[in-house]
C-alpha cells in the first residue's frame, strides 16, 4: 500500500460538508479535510453542547450548527459520524433540508443495518454511499482527533443497489483524499467481515477484562501490575466508546453469532489439544496464526517495532 496522503487539492472537491458527530472520526474528518482543502465550508453539528462549544474553541470548523437539520441546508456532502443506532433518526432530521444531488454517508462499523435505516428516508434526490473508515484508536470527543488518522488505512464503501456511479465516485475520491485506500463491497459482505476481524475481537476483549476484574484469586493490583503479559492489549480494545461498541452488536448481531460460533468451535478444538497434550496441534495453530500477523504488517497495518512501538518508561 501507498501513501496517499499529498499535496492540498488545488479546488476543494466540494463546497459544504457537514460532520454530525465530532468525536474522533468525525473531529478527525474535520481536521483532514481542511489540510487537504476538501470542502470550501466544513460544518459541525453534534447533540452535545459541550462538544459543540469545544469544537468552536479548537476552531476544527468554520461553522458550528446548533443541530444537524441546520447544518444539512445547501450541503454537499453529509457524513454521520454517530454511533449506529442513532444513524436512522439523524437522517430523517436532515432529510427535509437536503439539497438536490447531495450525498449523504456515514462511518458506522455496521453497513446492513445503517442502510435498513438511512436508505428509506431519504428523499430521490439525494444519494447515500455508506462507507466505514477502518481506522480509530480507544480515545474520544473532539481532542482525540487527529488529520492523519485515516492515512494509509483502508475505507469501505457499500453503497446500495442502484446508487448513482458519479455520488460513489465523488465519495470515493473524498476519502482518498483523507489518505485512505478504499474498497468496495456490499453491506451484508462488509458486515461478516468486520464480524470477525473487528467485532468478535472486540467482544473478547471486553470479556476478558471483565473475567479479570471478577476473579476473586486475582487481585485489581496484580492485574495492572503485571497486564504486560498480554492482558494489557486487551485493555486497550476495550477502552473503546461503549455506546459505539453497544450499537454495533445490537445491529450487527447475526454476522457477530455466526462468528462467535466459529470461534467457539475451534476454541474447543484447542481446549481438547491442551488437555489431551497435543502439542503438535497447539504448534501449527501458532505457526499458521503469525503469518497472519506478518501480512498484516507488510501491509502497512501495524508496525513491526518491539513492544508495537510503544514507548519505553522515561522516553519523551
Request: hydrophobic residues 45%.
Given at each position: 500500500?501507498?501513501?496517499?496522503?499529498?499535496?492540498?487539492?488545488?479546488?476543494?472537491?466540494?463546497?459544504?460538508?457537514?460532520?454530525?458527530?465530532?468525536?474522533?472520526?468525525?473531529?478527525?474528518?474535520?481536521?483532514?479535510?481542511?489540510?487537504?482543502?476538501?470542502?470550501?465550508?466544513?460544518?459541525?453539528?453534534?447533540?452535545?453542547?459541550?462538544?459543540?462549544?469545544?469544537?468552536?474553541?479548537?476552531?476544527?470548523?468554520?461553522?458550528?450548527?446548533?443541530?444537524?437539520?441546520?447544518?444539512?441546508?445547501?450541503?454537499?456532502?453529509?457524513?454521520?459520524?454517530?454511533?449506529?443506532?442513532?444513524?436512522?433518526?439523524?437522517?430523517?432530521?436532515?432529510?427535509?433540508?437536503?439539497?438536490?444531488?447531495?450525498?449523504?454517508?456515514?462511518?458506522?462499523?455496521?453497513?446492513?443495518?445503517?442502510?435498513?435505516?438511512?436508505?428509506?428516508?431519504?428523499p430521490d434526490h439525494a444519494h447515500f454511499v455508506p462507507a466505514h473508515?477502518?481506522?480509530?484508536?480507544?480515545?474520544?470527543?473532539?481532542?482525540?482527533?487527529?488529520?492523519?488518522?485515516?492515512?494509509?488505512?483502508?475505507?469501505?464503501?457499500?453503497?446500495?443497489?442502484?446508487?448513482?456511479?458519479?455520488?460513489?465516485?465523488?465519495?470515493?475520491?473524498?476519502?482518498?483524499?483523507?489518505?485512505?485506500?478504499?474498497?468496495?463491497?456490499?453491506?451484508?459482505?462488509?458486515?461478516?467481515?468486520?464480524?470477525?476481524?473487528?467485532?468478535?475481537?472486540?467482544?473478547?476483549?471486553?470479556?476478558?477484562?471483565?473475567?479479570?476484574?471478577?476473579?476473586?484469586?486475582?487481585?485489581?493490583?496484580?492485574?495492572?501490575?503485571?497486564?504486560?503479559?498480554?492482558?494489557?492489549?486487551?485493555?486497550?480494545?476495550?477502552?473503546?466508546?461503549?455506546?459505539?461498541?453497544?450499537?454495533?452488536?445490537?445491529?450487527?448481531?447475526?454476522?457477530?453469532?455466526?462468528?462467535?460460533?466459529?470461534?467457539?468451535?475451534?476454541?474447543?478444538?484447542?481446549?481438547?489439544?491442551?488437555?489431551?497434550?497435543?502439542?503438535?496441534?497447539?504448534?501449527?495453530?501458532?505457526?499458521?496464526?503469525?503469518?497472519?500477523?506478518?501480512?498484516?504488517?507488510?501491509?502497512?497495518?501495524?508496525?513491526?517495532?518491539?513492544?508495537?512501538?510503544?514507548?519505553?518508561?522515561?522516553?519523551?
Amino acid at each position: 500500500m501507498t501513501d496517499r496522503l499529498g499535496s492540498p487539492l488545488a479546488e476543494p472537491l466540494f463546497d459544504r460538508l457537514l460532520i454530525v458527530g465530532l468525536g474522533l472520526i468525525g473531529s478527525s474528518m474535520a481536521r483532514a479535510a481542511r489540510s487537504m482543502n476538501l470542502a470550501r465550508t466544513i460544518v459541525a453539528a453534534d447533540a452535545s453542547p459541550a462538544v459543540r462549544a469545544r469544537v468552536a474553541e479548537l476552531g476544527i470548523a468554520d461553522v458550528v450548527a446548533d443541530d444537524a437539520a441546520a447544518g444539512a441546508r445547501d450541503a454537499d456532502l453529509v457524513v454521520l459520524c454517530v454511533p449506529v443506532g442513532a444513524c436512522g433518526a439523524v437522517a430523517a432530521e436532515i432529510a427535509p433540508v437536503l439539497k438536490p444531488g447531495a450525498i449523504v454517508s456515514d462511518v458506522g462499523s455496521v453497513k446492513g443495518s445503517v442502510v435498513a435505516q438511512v436508505q428509506p428516508v431519504l428523499p430521490d434526490h439525494a444519494h447515500f454511499v455508506p462507507a466505514h473508515p477502518v481506522a480509530g484508536t480507544e480515545q474520544s470527543g473532539p481532542d482525540a482527533g487527529f488529520a492523519t488518522l485515516f492515512q494509509n488505512r483502508w475505507s469501505i464503501l457499500t453503497p446500495p443497489e442502484g446508487t448513482d456511479p458519479q455520488a460513489i465516485e465523488r465519495v470515493r475520491a473524498f476519502w482518498e483524499g483523507l489518505g485512505s485506500n478504499v474498497e468496495v463491497m456490499t453491506p451484508t459482505h462488509h458486515d461478516l467481515v468486520l464480524a470477525i476481524t473487528s467485532h468478535v475481537p472486540h467482544l473478547i476483549a471486553y470479556c476478558i477484562v471483565a473475567t479479570a476484574e471478577d476473579l476473586e484469586q486475582v487481585t485489581e493490583q496484580e492485574v495492572v501490575k503485571y497486564s504486560a503479559g498480554g492482558f494489557r492489549d486487551f485493555t486497550r480494545i476495550a477502552a473503546s466508546d461503549p455506546t459505539m461498541w453497544r450499537d454495533v452488536f445490537l445491529n450487527n448481531k447475526d454476522a457477530v453469532l455466526e462468528m462467535l460460533g466459529r470461534f467457539n468451535e475451534d476454541l474447543s478444538a484447542l481446549q481438547r489439544a491442551i488437555r489431551w497434550g497435543d502439542g503438535e496441534t497447539l504448534f501449527n495453530l501458532f505457526a499458521r496464526t503469525r503469518t497472519i500477523r506478518r501480512g498484516i504488517i507488510d501491509l502497512g497495518q501495524e508496525t513491526a517495532e518491539p513492544d508495537f512501538g510503544r514507548r519505553k518508561p522515561g522516553e519523551a
